[in-house]
């Protein structure tokens, strides 16, 4: 469940420190991207450069040891994130999140992050029963944050009592076990079909007609349905990318009249189909068998229309949620919603293009969704993955409630 997933561990300053040591190094054994972030306290007890070793990537120590010029760190690493493990939450760290306090790397991250947040106490036993921890960790549990209770046993203080931080082998193995907990396999037991990418319509042997898609929304997508259970089937033109989730079969095509025959394929299997490739609505009337030679003067080659694939599909489905995307420069509402119809769809996303962070080859986007029933919502801009996993939310929601 946690493998190929982003995960952030935050350490503070406690002894329990080291234990984070285990718990980064288990957690990239199991094939996780972990990235550390630390407190300056956390330093003392542990070396940074011990969890860069550990986890391969930089340790986050400082909110203004700015590493890539083009990005703010804490921003940056609070949208990578899917997951975030606070281990050990010291009470200080926990009483800073409880009252909004960002005053350092980790803190801060916490309040930027859309990422579920699991917190692995760990504390003097009478710190833990103290009220102001007590009553924090209720605000938190009540803000939707996952505690990962301390054991009992001796203390590094020399108590004996609660406040030892739960071994790193039973902290991923709680992690996972929420993760896979139903409500995140909302879509468990639906076939998903996605098509992502551009196409790709020959005039001869080296040269073709594309566009500038990069297939990331679709992939993002596709990895969002199948993280929520579903059985996934990506078609995609031509791109760099590779769908990680085991519960994804990808099929390769490259012309739209290819995707055609595979989104029709498999059309009838399926309980969902989101169409966000980038289809060449245009191929060369002729392609050439050979390599066209170059002649004098100008060059005009005659196209001819391709299929409108998401129409056709409108047109044939029995009961699948449909759904589209709309690529506009100008006027995106009244076009979204005129392809909306036209389509037969369930729902569209309007990407418009010209805004600034969305649309193509970007790695964030900022969209609209609408479903056939007029309800409008707007998704400020964000990573890739998490426009796909809350497009993924709105259809399961539509799918449950369509006029809610
Ligand atoms: N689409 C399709 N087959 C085509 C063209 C587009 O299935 N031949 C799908 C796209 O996958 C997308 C939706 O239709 O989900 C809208 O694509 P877009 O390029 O925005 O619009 P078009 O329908 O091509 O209309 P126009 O080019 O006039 O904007």
Redesign the pocket.
């Known amino acids: 469940m946690i493998t190929s997933k982003n995960i952030v561990v935050g350490v503070s300053g406690g002894i329990a420190a080291y234990k984070a040591c285990t718990l980064t190094s288990k957690l990239t054994q199991k094939g996780a991207n972990v990235k550390v972030v630390m407190t300056e306290n956390a330093t003392k007890f542990v070396s940074p450069l011990t969890f860069q070793a550990l986890s391969r990537n930089p340790v986050y120590t400082d909110t203004f040891d700015e590493k890539d010029p083009a990005k703010i760190a804490h921003i940056d690493v609070a949208d990578w994130a899917d997951i975030v493990i606070l281990a050990p939450a010291t009470a200080n760290l926990i009483g800073k999140l409880a009252n909004g306090i960002a005053d350092d790397m980790l803190t801060t991250l916490l309040l930027a992050t859309q990422a579920e947040v699991y917190i692995a106490p760990a504390m003097n036993v009478h710190m833990y029963a103290h009220p102001a921890v007590i009553q924090n960790m209720q605000t938190l549990e009540e803000w939707g944050y996952h505690f990962i209770e301390p054991g009992d046993g001796y203390l590094a203080c020399g108590y004996v009592g609660k406040g030892r931080l739960e071994e790193p082998a039973s902290i991923i193995e709680a992690v996972e076990a929420h993760q896979t907990d139903e409500k995140h396999l909302f879509l468990q037991g639906k076939q998903v079909l996605i ?1 992502a990418g551009p196409t790709r319509e020959k005039i001869d042997p080296v040269r073709f007609f594309t566009n500038h898609s990069s297939g990331k929304m679709g992939f993002a997508l596709a990895e969002a349905a199948a993280e929520a259970g579903a059985s996934v089937t990506l078609v995609t033109g031509p791109t760099s990318l590779a769908a990680k989730h085991p519960n994804i079969q990808t099929i390769h095509i490259t012309t ?1 009249d290819e995707m055609y025959q595979e989104m029709h394929k498999h059309l009838a299997s399926s309980d969902i189909v989101i ?7 245009y191929r060369p009337a002729v392609t050439y068998e050979h390599k066209m030679k170059k002649q004098d003067g100008p060059l005009q080659i005659k196209m001819e229309r ?6 056709s599909l409108g047109e044939q489905k029995s009961g699948q949620f449909l759904v ?5 420069t100008e006027k995106p509402f009244e ?1 979204g919603h005129k ?1 909306l119809k036209s ?1 037969h769809l369930d729902a569209i996303v309007i990407n418009n293009i010209a805004s600034k962070g969305a649309g193509f080859a970007k790695d964030t986007n900022e969209v609209t969704y609408i479903n056939k029933y007029g309800k409008t919502e707007h998704l400020a801009l964000a990573t890739k993955q998490e426009i796909a996993r809350q497009i993924v939310k709105l259809i399961h929601q539509d799918m449950e409630d369509p006029e809610q």
């Open positions: 098509s739209a169409k966000a490739a980038a289809v060449a609505d391709t299929k409108d694939i998401l129409k589209g995307f709309a690529a506009e076009n392809k389509k």
